[in-house]
T-cell receptor
Framework: DAKTTQPPSMDCAEGRAANLPCNHS???????VYWYRQIHSQGPQYIIH???NNETNEMASLIITEDRKSSTLILPHATLRDTAVYYC??????FGAGTRLTVKP | DTEVTQTPKHLVMGMTNKKSLKCEQH?????MYWYKQKAKKPPELMFV???????INESVPSRFSPECPNSSLLNLHLHALQPEDSALYLC??????????FGPGTRLTVL
């Protein structure tokens, strides 16, 4: 059973906001949602995590729906260096397929 | 120190060789993980150690043998691998089941 559903790919113009959605309808009440990204052939990099409330850090913002069945990662001003595969992990160490984000000039 | 280190960076081995991958962290994390990643695919969980005990084995073939000698060190012993085992091998650590810290990976090629 797939625990997460993410679009396989997205494009974003440089300087614009990138909004990456994730469905995690089977998430348990006490499981955090973690977001990671992986730039080509490097180890995955932590971005942000949350439980119920929206979260913001220096890299991104995370919006979690009230029913916790989906979330959206927001990169407010995407740069070319944000081109990567983004993974949403709802409280599990196993990775879904992720979204390949391409930021274009 | 918030780093996970992995050695070697690259490894080429024959199908009859025995080699080991090494992973180290000094963050006091008690959970450590091995992942295998093929090109254009997500990382695939192989093993999880919790408090130096193997807690998850994702039905990995016995030619891969993990070892956790102490809380900072994780090894993956390789023996009689096949060419299809060529991949990027990633190590990660975390405090319990929280945020994971990943190493840069070892690029393995089996000839």
């Amino acid at each position: 059973d797939a625990k997460t559903t993410q679009p396989p790919s997205m494009d974003c113009a440089e300087g614009r906001a990138a909004n990456l959605p994730c469905n995690h309808s089977t998430i348990s009440g006490n499981e955090y949602v973690y977001w990671y990204r992986q730039i080509h052939s490097q180890g995955p990099q932590y971005i942000i995590h949350g439980l119920k409330n929206n979260e913001t850090n220096e890299m991104a913002s995370l919006i979690i729906t009230e029913d916790r069945k989906s979330s959206t990662l927001i990169l407010p001003h995407a740069t070319l260096r944000d081109t990567a595969v983004y993974y949403c992990n709802p409280g599990d160490m196993r990775f879904g397929a992720g979204t390949r984000l391409t930021v274009k000039p | 120190d918030t780093e996970v280190t992995q050695t070697p960076k690259h490894l080429v081995m024959g199908m009859t060789n025995k080699k080991s991958l090494k992973c180290e962290q000094h963050m006091g994390h008690r959970a450590m993980y091995w992942y295998k990643q093929k090109a254009k695919k997500p990382p695939e969980l192989m093993f999880v150690y919790s408090y130096e005990k193997l807690s998850i084995n994702e039905s990995v073939p016995s030619r891969f043998s993990p070892e956790c000698p102490n809380s900072s060190l994780l090894n993956l012993h390789l023996h009689a691998l096949q060419p299809e085992d060529s991949a990027l091998y990633l190590c990660a650590s975390s405090q319990d089941t929280g945020r994971q810290f990943f190493g840069p990976g070892t690029r393995l090629t089996v000839l």
